[in-house]
């Protein structure tokens, strides 16, 4: 009898095994599939495109650089305060690269007017100006002033100085959190700002929403404004779930731009919605398409900054609305 219940119990712990092993071997995670190659995204979007012609941004590219570097150099010297050559050498590569910046005249900032310019050698002058509250907008070719009246906007918010952190500046003064390793913090810092060469200024680490490190580099203080770049986005939502809190949009209603309500026009489906998710379907052209060519047009992505924000409106549409792929990954475009 004892031999039979032995070979029971063994038995039954070797079926428990092996269904421990076959429930393990179930749930252990997959591999990852491999991420598609640059080939099949382009000809899985072939496939999302509609018939419209695509249409270059037109001008010469290196006048469209030279409106992007003379933005750039306005917003660094009268709203950063950066030194001039500094900035020249280490800001805002996007809309103003800088090997195309050797082909272009060194930028004269006019402290007196709040200017800056940028001429293209044996072309025109990019004028970029500083408008307080509206920051630094590069005029159009040919223009002396912007097509709007500047405005000085009141805050209605309380004093910052006086507000806990992160509506206002005031921070806890409670000892960390014990889980927290701030030797590993330290770490971390420190390898954000080595090497000098890295140019990096400023860090802010934030953890359980509490703000547990931050350090500046030189000349820069948590009250610097420093470019703000594809951040706008999140203050554009931010800003348009206000106005649909308060009624005055829909987030599915058709996008509010008349250029697009006229006649037959396609864009006309495109929603709110799809701007935000930057699935609208325009058709742009960007530096991180899979197809991009360097030696190409002008993109359409960065002519959203340097060429005039209002050619964003007459962006043919490229794709269906809606869809997860998108056309640059870019949304409703803000300045900096």
């Known amino acids: 009898m004892r031999v039979l219940v032995t070979a029971f119990l063994l038995a039954f712990v070797a079926t428990v095994a092996q269904t ?14 491999p991420p598609p190659s640059p080939a099949a995204l382009i000809a899985h979007a072939k496939t999302l495109e509609l018939d419209t012609p695509y249409v270059a941004p037109p001008g010469d590219p290196l006048v469209h650089h030279a409106a992007g570097f003379a933005k750039v150099m306005c917003s660094a010297a009268f709203i950063t305060g950066l030194d001039p050559d500094f ?5 805002g590569y996007f809309t103003a690269p800088y090997e195309m910046r050797a082909k272009l005249g060194k930028p004269v900032v006019d402290r007196e007017h709040k200017q800056v310019h ?58 960390p959190p014990t889980e927290l390793e701030l030797a590993k913090v330290k770490e971390a810092v420190d390898a954000a700002f080595d090497p000098p060469e890295g140019k990096t200024a400023a860090l802010v680490v934030t953890w359980k929403g509490r703000l547990i490190a931050e350090r ?27 106005l649909i809190q308060q009624s005055a949009y829909e987030l599915w209603q058709p996008a509010p731009i008349p250029e697009w309500q006229e006649g037959h026009d396609l864009r006309s489906e495109i929603r709110i ?6 699935s609208s379907g325009l058709r742009i052209k960007a530096l991180e398409d899979p197809d991009y060519d360097p030696a190409g047009t002008y993109p359409d992505h960065l002519y959203l900054y340097t060429g005039g924000v209002t050619r964003f409106t007459m962006r043919p549409p490229g794709r269906c609305n809606g869809s997860r792929e998108r056309s640059g990954g870019i949304a409703t475009p803000t300045r900096s």
């Open 118 to 175: 940028v001429r293209v050698p044996g072309g025109v002058t990019r004028t970029a100006v500083y408008l307080g509250d509206q920051g630094c907008v590069t005029l159009p070719v040919g223009k002396e002033s912007v097509g709007f009246k500047p405005v000085k906007l009141k805050s209605s918010l309380p004093d910052a100085s006086k507000q806990a952190w992160p509506t206002g500046d005031v921070l806890a003064d409670d000892p």
């Open 273 to 278: 919605a799809d701007l935000l998710h930057m």
């Open 216 to 242: 500046y580099a030189p000349g820069i203080t948590e009250q610097t404004p420093l470019e703000s770049w594809s951040m706008g986005k999140s203050v554009t939502a931010t800003l348009m779930g206000v």
């Open 87 to 91: 900035a020249a050498e280490n800001v």
């Open 20 to 33: 421990q092993q076959t429930v393990a071997a179930k749930s252990a995670p997959s591999a990852p599939d």
